[in-house]
């Protein structure tokens, strides 16, 4: 014997057959419209005006420095002392040379140099030993419009004297740079750009570069020492424009 489903059950399946039938299509729907985006690139949120921002760093960079030193000029020259006292004013840049000559001594005992100088702002105390027909040198790196003072006695040594002079040796030193800027931000920016070496800034510009521009550009700088360093090109500040 068949029994009949009753109609209020009957009614019910139909709905959630309906239901079901609506959420599969919105599935469809909600997927059609994925792929769509996909196919037509993905979709940013819109950008804020304070996220944009510059990025510029320096490129290409290329470095040549050269220095060229002069033959050694003799300044001062005491062919016999024992005791020395002498101050002058440097009229140019250069290494200056403190020269001790020992070479006409015969011993047998070293000669003691008891020496205080100063060089600018800067000064100093030392001993030194010099051995019968020695001869010893040191050098000192001093600016134009310095005063060299130097002071020192004797001990030892047969005789009790010896040859001082002071040498200079002047150079020019020429560092020639190029290099671009390149800003990959989304703003132009303003770049602060140095020569350095080995820590100490030879040179500054500032420069304003616009958004993916490429910006080369060069310069020359001629420091007043005569010791090769290790120079780099670098952006120290950026700054939105």
């Known amino acids: 014997m068949k029994y009949l489903q009753p109609i209020s059950s009957l009614f019910r399946s139909k709905k959630i057959v309906a239901g079901l039938s609506t959420g599969a299509l919105v599935v469809v729907i909600l997927l059609a419209v994925f792929f769509a985006g996909l196919r037509e690139g993905p979709i940013h949120p ?19 420095q050269n220095i060229e030193k002069s033959p050694p000029e003799t300044i001062f020259d005491d062919p016999r002392a024992s005791n020395l006292t002498f101050q002058f004013v440097t009229t140019q840049q250069g290494t200056y040379f403190f020269n001790y000559d020992n070479s ?13 100088f100063s060089l600018g702002d800067k000064s100093n105390n030392e001993t030194l030993y010099l051995c019968p027909g020695c001869w010893l040198w040191k050098g000192y790196d001093v600016s134009a419009n310095q005063v060299i003072a130097i002071q020192f006695t004797l001990t030892g040594g047969s005789p009790n004297d010896i040859h001082f002079y002071i040498t200079v040796q002047t150079c020019s030193h020429t560092v020639e740079f190029s290099f671009t800027l390149v800003n990959n931000g989304n703003a132009t920016g303003n770049a602060t750009v140095q020569l350095q070496g080995d820590g100490i800034s030879y040179w500054q510009r500032a420069y304003s570069v616009g958004q993916g521009q ?12 005569c ?6 090109v670098d952006v120290t500040a950026v700054e939105k424009t």
């Open 214 to 225: 490429n910006l080369p550009q060069s310069g020359n700088v001629f420091p007043a020492d």
């Open 104 to 116: 006409f001594s015969v011993g047998p005992s070293p000669t003691k140099i008891s020496v205080s």
């Open 46 to 64: 819109p950008t804020r005006p304070g996220s944009q921002q510059p990025n510029v760093q320096a490129t290409d960079i290329n470095i040549l």
């Open 227 to 232: 010791i090769a360093h290790n120079y780099n």
